[in-house]
């Protein structure tokens, strides 16, 4: 019982704070609370998703990172 505590606890923070910080949305939209309340119910589904999406993103930004030193060393040789 306790993990599932915890981990509906880390979805619905990590949830309300892409919500606090879109701008797109407003706060006292209901249909997005509801979608927070729904991820955070069912945790076990939305928590490896966004783990990989976050996973992905750091990817791409060492891909990245890695690409721009590349040419960097090109244009240097």
């Known amino acids: ?3 599932y505590m915890a981990g509906a606890f880390l979805v619905f923070v990590i949830l ?3 919500f606090i910080k879109d701008n797109t ?4 939209h209901i249909g997005s609370w509801i979608t ?3 991820a955070t ?3 076990p589904i939305v928590l490896p998703s966004i783990v990989r999406k976050k ?3 750091v990817f791409l930004k060492t891909d ?3 690409e721009k ?3 960097l060393e090109r244009e240097i040789n």
């Open 25 to 28: 949305t407003p706060k006292t």
């Open 16 to 18: 309300l704070h892409a």
């Open 64 to 66: 990245s990172l890695t």
């Open 55 to 57: 996973l992905s993103q």
């Open 41 to 43: 119910a069912i945790w």
């Open 69 to 71: 030193e590349l040419q």
């Open 1 to 3: 019982m306790k993990l």
């Open 36 to 38: 927070i309340v729904v």
